[in-house]
């Protein structure tokens, strides 16, 4: 059916739920689980979610090279493919949000709509002055650094303030333990990232969530999607870049209400 040819699925991949296919490209340095996990109840109510692990997260092994967006954006059709899904849904969140803009654009047959949360085309200089830190600590190897850095800036203020200093605490270390292995390469990658000249292909109906509080994706970047995809609607989310964390049901509503009306 697809007008290119699909690699052989290597990603290790989950298939959950019955229902439209909804499939979904996780954040950087997370997993599958690590992005999805808070609200896949919701989503597997309603969908057959299909999601991969990248390079270094979950099961799949850690890339040797770089990391590529248009072999990425392959993979996780492939795997879609392989679970049975010919045409399906796309959800992208962060990192996964230029993954999922490439396959809708490499694959427009098989793409019934999309929804994009805390992303963007190609980062500007706040995001990867950032990214660029991130990776550099990641690949010291030293995982509570890691996630003593990126809380501050993936939280929103008010989330970040409203925690005592034990519960800050149990965050981080948690947080640390779930640093991928393959954190350096999804960073890598972040910074290279240039989707800009797929926007204008989209043709699908697309919901972009602006996480209003972002301090490591800026709004501004958001909108911008909004902007530049045709019809493109935005919804607001009062979160840090992490809205599995501070809104999970806020957010999976906004997520499946969408999809209720844009997948058969």
């Known amino acids: 059916m697809s007008a290119r040819t699909l690699p052989e699925p290597t990603q290790a991949r989950t298939r959950l739920g019955s229902g439209p296919g909804l499939v979904v490209a996780h954040g950087a340095g997370s997993s599958f689980t690590g992005t999805y996990g808070p609200i896949l109840d919701h989503l597997t109510a309603h969908h057959t979610v299909v999601g991969v692990d990248y390079p270094g997260s979950g099961e799949t092994p850690r890339a040797t090279a770089p990391l590529q967006l248009d072999e990425m954006a392959d993979q996780l059709v ?21 993954v999922a803009i490439r396959a809708a654009a490499r694959h427009p047959e098989r793409v019934t709509a999309l929804v994009l949360t805390a992303t963007m085309a190609r980062p500007n200089n706040q995001q990867a002055l950032t990214v660029r830190v991130w990776g550099k600590l990641a690949a010291l190897g ?73 301090r490591l994706v800026p709004p501004v970047l958001h909108h911008h999607l909004a902007e530049n995809i045709d019809d493109a609607r935005l919804a607001e989310l009062p979160t840090g870049h992490l809205p599995m964390v501070e809104a999970p049901e806020q957010w999976q509503h906004l997520i499946t209400e969408f999809l209720a009306h844009h997948t058969a």
């Open 78 to 98: 492939a795997a879609a493919v392989a679970e049975g899904l010919e045409t399906f849904a796309l959800h992208g969140y962060s990192l996964g949000g230029p």
């Open 142 to 214: 030293d995982r509570r650094l890691v996630s003593e850095f990126l809380f501050p800036q993936a939280l929103s203020p008010q989330a970040l303030e409203a925690m005592p200093a034990e519960q800050l605490e149990q965050v981080i270390a948690y947080a640390a333990a779930d640093v991928a292995d393959g954190t350096v390469e999804h960073a890598d990658l972040a910074t290279r990232v240039d989707v800009r000249g797929d926007l204008a292909a989209i043709r699908v109906p697309t919901l972009v969530i602006s996480t209003t509080a972002d």
